[in-house]
């Protein structure tokens, strides 16, 4: 958590880029000048976090900026900027910040309107995959299409397609499913295999095409109109090996209580084994169809009205019983758009955005080809594709005929024009992409915020991570002086009971103050089907949500108290365990990051007294003025 609030810092305190010369110089480290602009452009960018944030006063957040270009002076000193893996990092970071340029709008327009199609409406498949790497041989890829076609022919003669999914299909699902994957809509799968889902009428099967997982063929078996998203909220109870018939037993005794009148979000807070959706009385993000396992999408979405609950039903993750919150139907295209333009640019459908952007940028650059070149690559001589004759000039950047052979070396299966088409489009792209900073202030701007930003993780990494990691002794010497701030509160080994009615939680209280067993006291209280008492038991730390208000740990039998929702609660404490300081392992990830957050703020001291840093006190003195609400 600590790592992810750094880089949030050092993105958030980023340098935009060098400010003009009429700027007024806020402050120096050493001979490095730090303009004006510079702050104020972080600010206005990032005000809105600032406000939420808790340094919230001028002073703050310039101290924070000002640690800043501290940390980034050390880097650039100690030359981090030449490793090999902030080299390599700062490729991949580049790479993920262009995508979003490489866009041609009226592509973008029509992809966004075919995806809406398809959202608006949901196909049900079934596959066969041939498995194939990107990069296979001619003679792996010829063998693994022949195979796809030999399938493709059985199911068209007549053997059921689960059959042949079950006997060719490599995908290690289809021995079960027999290749059906259920519904889907847009987005749900890779590009190419949702083109021929939705390409292919209904009870037809599809040509063989490739993914970059192999060969497959599809039968589409239905298209509807979409469900949209639902959102339910549930009580899962885990399956217990030792025990099988635990799970379904507490199930439904909790299925039983619901039907009395029951709250639901109360009994998931106390009985879901979901940890984190029984803290919000069972309540889980709205999803689509394709998102979850069948089971629990079917009764998902077979809910009707708001507020209905399922029947039990069991799933690989254990029981669950579901109730419906809210359905979301289809949005409209003009509500839909900006979603939907967000994916397709930073999804797989963006590399057919790209072509288009090539052929924009053709209008652009100065291009010479040397076509009477590529006539060598129908001859059989292999010297001659090999050779360095100029095949294509991209304004002032050279290709050869040799950077051609080996561009069809990684790139085959296409004949030498659509070959040459892909390497000329490409190298396009690339020129586009190596002078976008020459092109683009903003993402000039952008990018130098990735630059710095990475390499203050880099720094960290070294200067505090890893220290905190392998500094054992460091890490205890700061346990121990920190010792009484890592303890536990009192708890107790207790058993919680939940009863419908005053009248059956005083029966109840009776039993646990004669100490009958729980099984005992559930077989007196509960009649058959109906349940009125459900028990959670462990151990639990004083000021437990699970617990009253205002219980206090005691040995014995509480009092009944009235719940919120007629729930009537009764405690039976049968050891207390007293408060007593936490061993350095029951709390190390707690202790690290407090000892990351010593690390850094001593690191700081030292970075002040290592650089001297010059204020212009007048500047700044206006700069605070014109920003009040800091």
Not at 146 to 169: C, H, M, P, W
Not at 485 to 505: F, N, Q, V
Request: one cysteine or more; aromatic letters at 12%.
């Amino acid at each position: 958590m600590y790592k992810k609030l750094i880089v949030f810092a050092a993105l958030l305190f980023a340098l935009m880029i060098n400010a003009q010369e009429k700027d007024k110089v806020l402050f120096s480290i050493d001979d490095e000048k730090v303009y004006t602009s510079e702050f104020i452009r972080v600010y206005q960018k990032n005000k809105d976090i600032v406000i939420e944030n808790e340094h919230k006063n001028f002073d703050d957040y310039f101290n924070l900026f000002v640690d800043f270009k501290l940390k980034l002076k050390q880097a650039y000193d100690i030359q981090l900027d030449t490793s090999s893996t902030y080299i390599s990092e700062l490729e991949n970071y580049r790479e993920q910040l262009v995508t979003p340029y490489l866009q041609d709008q009226e592509a973008v327009e029509l992809l966004i309107k075919e995806a809406y199609d398809r959202t608006v409406t949901e196909v049900s498949a079934s596959h066969i995959l041939v498995r194939l790497n990107p990069d296979a041989k001619p003679k792996d890829t010829l063998l693994a299409y022949q195979k796809i076609t030999e399938a493709r022919n059985k199911a068209l003669n007549g053997i059921s397609f689960e059959q042949v999914a079950k006997q060719y299909s490599e995908d290690p699902s289809a021995k079960q499913n027999g290749g059906n994957l259920g519904y889907f809509s847009a987005f749900s799968m890779v590009y190419a295999f949702e083109n021929a889902a939705f390409n292919t009428k209904k009870g037809e099967i599809s040509e063989p095409f490739r993914t970059q997982f192999g060969y497959h063929i599809v039968k589409v078996n239905d298209k509807r109109n979409s469900f949209g998203e639902v959102q339910v909220a549930h009580i899962m109870v885990k399956l217990n090996p030792e025990n099988p018939t635990d799970a379904k037993n507490k199930i439904f005794d909790i299925y039983n209580k619901l039907e009395q009148g029951g709250d639901f979000k109360t009994i998931a807070q106390q009985h879901s084994d979901d940890v984190s959706s029984a803290k919000k009385g069972g309540s889980l993000p709205k999803f689509g169809t394709g998102k979850m396992i069948k089971p629990f999408e079917d009764i998902a979405f077979s809910l009707q009205n708001d507020g209905d609950f399922s029947e039990p039903f069991k799933t690989t993750h254990g029981w669950h019983i579901l109730k419906l919150l809210k359905k979301y139907p289809v949005k409209t295209f003009e509500e839909s758009h900006d979603f939907l333009e967000s994916k397709i640019k930073n999804g797989n459908r963006s590399k057919y955005v790209e072509k288009a952007l090539a052929n924009n940028l053709k209008k652009q650059y100065k291009i010479i080809e040397y076509l009477e070149v590529l006539s060598d690559f129908y001859a059989v001589d292999n010297d001659k594709m090999k050779s360095s004759k100029t095949l294509l000039i991209i304004e002032n950047e050279n290709f050869t005929s040799n950077n051609f052979y080996n561009f069809t070396l990684e790139n085959k299966n296409k004949n030498i024009g659509e070959l040459y088409d892909d390497f000329k489009n490409k190298k396009i792209i690339n020129y586009f992409k190596s002078h976008l900073e020459e092109t683009d202030k903003e993402f000039a701007i952008i990018y130098q915020e990735y630059k710095d930003g990475l390499l203050l993780f880099e720094l960290l990494q070294k200067n505090i991570w890893e220290k905190s990691e392998k500094d054992t002794i460091g890490l205890i010497n700061y346990f121990e002086v920190n010792k009484r701030k890592y303890a536990w509160k009192k708890r107790a080994k207790l058993s919680i009971a939940s009863c419908t009615s005053i009248e059956k939680a005083k029966l109840v209280k009776q039993y646990l103050e004669e100490n009958k067993t729980i099984d005992q006291i559930k077989n007196f209280i509960n009649e058959g089907a109906t349940i009125h008492v459900l028990f959670s038991v462990g151990t639990i730390e004083e000021g437990s949500s699970k617990l009253p208000k205002n219980y206090e740990i005691t040995i014995g039998v509480s009092k009944i108290y009235n719940e919120k929702n007629n729930q009537y609660i009764i405690i039976k404490t049968d050891k207390i365990i007293l408060p007593s300081s936490k061993k350095i392992d029951e709390t190390r990830g707690e202790v690290i990051n407090d000892y990351q957050i010593y690390l850094e703020n001593k690191w700081v001291e030292d970075l002040r007294k290592k650089y001297k840093i010059k204020l212009n006190k007048k500047t700044l003195k206006k700069l605070k003025s014109q920003y009040p609400d800091l």
